[in-house]
Every structure is written in structure tokens, then in C-alpha cells.
């Protein structure tokens, strides 16, 4: 069965009327109208002046049904220039929370979006979300805790990021193409958009899995879009197009617009271009000449497109290129395009309909690329067509423009349904102070959203058709968040310390707005804690009241006779899991301190390190007894008291040694030490003798000597 396919193709510069016959998959191009606008009636791919478009129609519409009948149906296409793009990231905190399903990955791309769509209004007075349809978005990249990542699925981590590039098409230019059509008694058919229209029958579905690029260059813009796994990614527009080349070849050479607009297109056939100037001059050119002079113009327009395709394609160059469209016929464009995106030649081309499966055309028809977008537009409309999809979101209704596959996710964009009303409110969270740096407590994560489409569990991903029902089920909101001083201590700074087989907990000194508290207390937002570790074997010591052992440590020093003297070997030897240490040791949990205690020096062993005598002894024989002579040759104040040479020295002590007598010991010394008398009767006279030999009272004695005196008693007469 057979059918006759009427679709315009509105465009900046001019209408393109086109009529197809459709047999079996087979289409036939039987007639082709191009009419210029005469007035300034279209803006970047947008109705201006429905009035004269809506008579241009008409004149093409009068035209066409001379030859082919009466027309009251046509398919349309709105232009890819009038799209909307628009780069936006969400950042969230995903500490503590579940791992990451599809289904949050999906509402986090949600909310990218509809980030995209308030910057698209943020310079637009008086718009409204409603007054744009999202036609595609594409994820450019997601990232964890700052770190690229190919996917969020499964993971976790403490923050969560992903940026979009969202396309939008403004309502108005929809609503305006209606509106010349009614003028012009046209009934809109079909509707799709510019770049679909071209992707649809240069590149098959099962192609589409490719990157691609598709770049329609008309006259002031170049329309691009990107393929990727088989679906259209991402559309763009650069201002920049065919114009630009024919405005250099007028500023060069000093033509009228139009004149250098035919000098361009000489450039496809001629070897020599005829130029006339606007002194009326006529002269031929060499085509290399005037290649040259357009150079400049060329490499920036493909330059513009090149940077753009990057942009879109997230700074990587697709696998191929296809050019369509006037301005792609541009000499040396593919060669300057391949620079730019560093690709080879077979990997850019230009595309007429030639490159159209199924299609032929009447003889009187060229092959051009300009036709590629218009025959695409009928097309798409008879196999694709674009229409309205009503529905109610929370028994709202809500009119979504069917661009493509349509989801939960698209019906919520155009119910104004914002991201964050898929998940319940995080808890409250508190702000503490710990040891003078912020920390924040989250509160617990909000449960997400239940979604249903016609009473069935559903997600945003859902595919969704005209005359769904969608209810939002609102998520539990999060728990506040509560802290215990515990909770923000490291578990290191609590210890179990055995000090001489005894066991100690040692637990940090800890304040809680200047007033002590304990690990369990609770804190409240805003709080200041302090908090204190004992670290060293010193601090251990003194916060389990060991006071006492702190000295024992110290080096053994003392003051003798105003000098220090240090003596390590009374020093008590300390230890800390069997190896030796010293009170400034840090201490770790489990640790086992130990010491052995040394006892003080005496007072003599102090005179002995100094070479001092305290005491002079001898032992002699007198009168056959022993007798043990002694005296005190240095005299010892510990800490200013006199002692005895078996004191204790403590560390840390004065000692002070004063001389009190250094005289030899003579004969008549043994009298202060012997209980011998004369005998008080005794009449006579007596011998000293030391060691046999005569001695006198005055004569120095050693220890050993035998000291006698004999006595002589005289006679009575």
C-alpha cells in the first residue's frame, strides 16, 4: 500500500517543501520547493514572525498541490538549533549510607539534570521548568571521593559526584511551528527534531552503538549530534556555518552577498571562477586563488564544530564524522575537520541522499547533502513519529513530549518533581568541637521515595506510555544524628597499661564545655570537647597517682662539696615490655612497665668514690691487751645534718664533708682508749718501751705495735 508524505523543512534562511511516495519501506522523492524567506521571519531555528512563515508555507504548500493534489497533513521538524545544552554536577554525601543501586544512580542523574535545567533559567525573566522539554541528557563522567570512576554502581565512600550534559527544547518553538501551520490550514502530522531526522536514515539502529557524530551545516548554524550506545547522546549548535565562508569571500574580493554566494558554489564545478565585483568589474580567478582566500574561514569553522564535538563527546573524538547539510560541501572542510580531531580522512565524509537506503528520486532532483535533513523529516515522521503522551503524576496531568523512549524519570522533569523529593530529609546533624577542630556528625540518610506506575512497584527507569497513572510515596525522612565523646575518640586513646603486674585502664581526661566529663557522656550540637592523653610512661605514671616513682627514675646525682657527682649505676632501671627505656618512652595499649629498684649509697660509699677518709682506726698491743684506736678525720652533713658514714645518700641529696682532725697518733693516745692505770700506790720508776725498743710519750705509733711500760719500784730504807 502506497502513501504520498508531505514534510517542510523551516529553516533560518529558507523553506524546503518536500513530497515522498512510501511503498513497502521504499520512499520515492517526487518533488522538491525551496523558497527563501523575505523577510528576517526565523531566529535561531525559532519562529519569529509566525505571520510570514506561515505565508511562505502557503506559497509552497499552493505550489506543490498544482502538481500532486490537495495537502492538509505534513510532518516538521523542529531545528537542532534550537536546542538548549547545558553542562551541570551534583555533588552528595554517600558517608555511612548503602552501597549504590541503579536506582540511585538513576535519581542522581535526575537531579544533574534538572541541576542542568535551573542554570538553562537562571538568565531567562519569567521562565518556568515547564516551558522546556528535556530532549537527552548523557553522563559525562561520575566520581568518587574526587577520583574518576567508570560506574557508582556498588560502591561506597564519603562522596559521590556526576555531571551531565542535559538538551533542552524550548516549548515555544513547538508551539509556534503549530501556529504557522494552522495559518497555512496544515494540520501537524508529525513532529521530530533536525538531527533525528538525519540520524534516522543515514544511520541505521544497529549502528547507532557506534560514536558517531552527525554535523548538519547550514547556512548561520551548524546542528551536530552524537551516537552512542544506540541512542542519540548529546545535540550542540555552533553559530557558525556556510555564511561565514561566503562572508569571507565577500570581504576579500568586494562582493555583494549573493555574488559571493555563487561564487562559493562555483567552487564545486569551476576550475576558474568568474567574479564580478561591486564596481562591476568582471575577472576570472584561478579556484586555488580563491581557496586560499577563504583558508582562514574554513579552518575556523571547522575549528568551532571540532570543539564542539569534543565538548559533547566528553573531550574524546568520536569514531567517525558524517557532514550534511549546505555548508558541508565547503572545499577542504573534511581535510581541516580531521586536524582538528586528530582523525584520518576515511573517517570524515560527506553525505547526500544518495547515502539513503531504500530511496530514489526523480531525475530533475540532485543528489545534494541540502536534502539529506528534509527527506529525513518524512521519514522519521512516517516510521518515528514524535507525538503527545498524557499522563498524571500524584493525580496531576502532565503532557510530555514524546522525543523518545519516555520514563518515569522524564514524566517527574515535567511534573516538576525535584530530585531531592525521591529520598526522605537527612537527619539533623551536629557541629562539635574537638580539640579546636570542627567535626560534623550526619544525621541518618532519608529513606528513598516509593514510586508506582498504575499500582505496580516502579523505578525512574521505567518505561512509561499515554494513560499511565504515577504515584510518589514520599521516603521516611532520617534519624538526627547522635554522638558520644566515645564515639569521636580513636579507640588508641584508650590503654590498658600493667605497671608492676598491676593492671591500669587509662582512659583520656576529657571536658566538655569546660566541665569534666566521661567517654559515654552525649553531646549536643555546637559542644566544645577537650580532651587529654597520657602518652608517655611519665604521664602514665602521674595519672595513676605513681607520683612516688618519678624520681626513682631520675639520674642519680647528688651535690658533694658543691660539685655534681652522677653515679648510673644507683639509678633503678626501667622497663617497658622487657626492654629498657626512659620516662619519655611513648606508650601503647597492651604495654607491660617494669622497673628494679637500686638501693642508695652510704654516706662511706660516697668518701670512698672520692678517695676520702672519714675515720683513721689502729689496732696495737699494750700492756698485753688489744686495743682499737680510732677518730674522726672528716665529718659528713647530708643535707646540712651531720650523719654517720652508714647513712643512706638519696638522689638528688647535698652531701658536705668537713676536715676535723689529720694529726698522727703518738704513744699517749693509747691512754684515751685503755682502761690501764698506774697503780696510785705506785712508788718508782717506769720504762716506755714500743716494740722492745725505749720510746717516749711523743713518739708517732703505727697500728701493730706492741707498746709497753715497765715498772720499777724503789726501796723502802
Known amino acids: ?325 549546505g555548508g558541508s560541501l565547503t572545499p577542504n572542510l573534511t581535510m581541516e575537520l580531521g586536524l582538528v580531531l586528530d582523525l584520518p580522512a576515511n573517517r570524515i565524509a560527506v553525505r547526500g541522499i544518495d547515502a539513503i537506503q531504500n530511496l530514489t528520486k526523480e531525475e530533475h532532483i540532485k543528489a545534494s547533502p541540502e536534502l539529506v535533513t528534509p527527506i529525513g523529516i518524512a521519514i522519521a515522521a512516517k516510521k518515528m513519529p514524535i507525538q503527545y503522551m498524557s499522563l498524571t503524576v500524584n493525580n496531576q496531568v502532565v503532557r510530555l513530549f514524546e522525543l523518545k523512549e519516555m520514563t518515569v524519570a522524564d514524566a517527574f522533569l515535567a511534573a516538576n518533581i525535584r530530585a531531592k523529593q525521591l529520598y526522605g530529609k537527612p537527619g539533623h546533624g551536629l557541629s562539635i568541637s574537638v580539640n579546636g577542630q570542627d567535626i560534623f556528625i550526619p544525621g541518618g540518610h532519608g529513606q528513598p521515595a516509593e514510586i508506582l506506575v498504575n499500582g505496580q512497584q516502579a523505578s525512574t527507569k521505567t518505561l512509561i506510555k499515554t494513560g499511565d497513572a504515577i504515584q510518589l510515596v514520599e521516603g521516611q525522612d532520617g534519624q538526627p544524628a547522635t554522638v558520644t565523646v566515645r564515639d569521636l575518640i580513636d579507640s588508641a586513646a584508650i590503654k590498658t597499661i600493667t605497671i608492676q603486674n598491676t593492671k591500669y585502664v587509662i582512659e583520656p581526661k576529657i571536658t566538655v564545655n569546660n566541665s569534666p566529663a566521661s567517654l559515654d557522656t552525649c553531646l549536643n550540637d555546637r559542644d566544645s570537647v577537650v580532651f587529654d592523653i597520657a602518652e608517655t610512661i611519665e604521664e602514665i605514671f602521674k595519672i595513676t597517682n605513681n607520683w612516688h616513682l618519678l624520681k626513682q627514675f631520675e639520674s642519680y646525682t647528688i651535690q658533694v662539696d658543691g660539685q655534681p657527682l652522677f653515679l648510673p649505676e644507683f ?74 658514714p652508714q647513712s643512706t645518700v638519696p638522689n638528688g641529696a647535698t652531701v658536705l664533708f668537713t676536715e676535723k682532725d689529720r694529726s698522727r697518733w703518738i704513744y699517749q693516745d693509747v691512754f684515751r682508749f685503755s682502761n690501764w692505770q698506774l697503780p696510785s700506790t705506785f712508788k718508782g720508776n717506769f720504762t716506755i718501751l714500743r716494740n722492745g725498743q725505749p720510746a717516749s710519750f711523743d713518739m708517732e705509733i703505727f697500728g701493730g705495735d706492741q707498746l709497753e711500760i715497765l715498772l720499777a719500784e724503789t726501796p723502802i730504807i
Request: charged fraction near 25%.
Open 1 to 325: 500500500m502506497s502513501s504520498k508524505l508531505f514534510a517542510l523543512d523551516i529553516g533560518t534562511r529558507s523553506v524546503v517543501g518536500i513530497i515522498l511516495q512510501e511503498e513497502n519501506d521504499h520512499f520515492h522523492v517526487e518533488d522538491i520547493l525551496v523558497k527563501e524567506h523575505k523577510e528576517r521571519a526565523m531566529v535561531d531555528g525559532q519562529i519569529h514572525n509566525v505571520m510570514y512563515v506561515a505565508e511562505l508555507i502557503n506559497e509552497i504548500k499552493y505550489e506543490l498541490e498544482e502538481k500532486h493534489g490537495p495537502l492538509t497533513k505534513v510532518s516538521v521538524a523542529a531545528a537542532g538549533r534550537s536546542l538548549k545544552t547545558e553542562q551541570a554536577s551534583v555533588t552528595i554525601n554517600i558517608r555511612n549510607r548503602p552501597i549504590f543501586t541503579e536506582e540511585d544512580i538513576s535519581r542522581l542523574e535526575l537531579q544533574a539534570v534538572q541541576q542542568a535545567q535551573q542554570q538553562l533559567l537562571q538568565h531567562k525573566e519569567d521562565a518556568k521548568i515547564s516551558h522546556y522539554y528535556c530532549v537527552g541528557y548523557s553522563v559525562l563522567y561520575y566520581r568518587l571521593d574526587g577520583e574518576e570512576i567508570g560506574s557508582l554502581l556498588d560502591q561506597q565512600g564519603d562522596e559521590a559526584q556526576i555531571e551531565v550534559i542535559a538538551t533542552f527544547l524550548p516549548r515555544v518553538v513547538v508551539e509556534s511551528l503549530i501556529a504557522a501551520l494552522k495559518r497555512a490550514d496544515l494540520e501537524m502530522e508529525a513532529l521530530t527534531l533536525e538531527p533525528i531526522a538525519a540520524i534516522n536514515v543515514l544511520i541505521p539502529p544497529t549502528m547507532r552503538r557506534l560514536n558517531v557524530a552527525l554535523v548538519d551545516i547550514g547556512a548561520g548554524t551548524s546542528d551536530i549530534a552524537i551516537t552512542d550506545k544506540s541512542t542519540v547522546v548529546a545535540y550542540g549548535m555552533v553559530p557558525t556555518a556556510g555564511d561565514e565562508i561566503t562572508e569571507a569571500l565577500s570581504d576579500h574580493y568586494l562582493l555583494d552577498f549573493p555574488v559571493a554566494e555563487g561564487a562559493k558554489r562555483q567552487l564545486q564545478t569551476e576550475e576558474e571562477i568568474l567574479i564580478q565585483d561591486i564596481l562591476g568589474f568582471d575577472q576570472y580567478y584561478p579556484k586555488d586563488e580563491v581557496l586560499l582566500a577563504i583558508e582562514p574561514a574554513v579552518k575556523q569553522l571547522a575549528k568551532s564544530i571540532g570543539e564542539e564535538i569534543l565538548r559533547l563527546n566528553n573531550r574524546v573524538a568520536p569514531k567517525a564524522v558524517m557532514l550534511v547539510g
Open 571 to 644: 639509678s633503678s632501671q626501667l622497663t617497658i615490655n622487657g626492654k629498657t627505656t626512659k620516662l619519655n618512652y611513648a606508650v601503647q595499649d597492651g604495654d607491660i612497665i617494669s622497673f628494679q629498684q637500686q638501693s642508695f649509697p652510704t654516706v662511706q660509699r660516697i668518701a670512698d668514690q672520692m678517695n676520702l677518709l672519714l675515720e683513721d682506726k689502729i689496732i696495737i698491743h699494750f700492756q698485753n691487751e688489744v686495743v682499737e684506736l680510732s677518730k674522726t678525720v672528716h665529718e659528713a652533713l647530708l643535707n646540712q645534718i651531720v650523719v654517720s
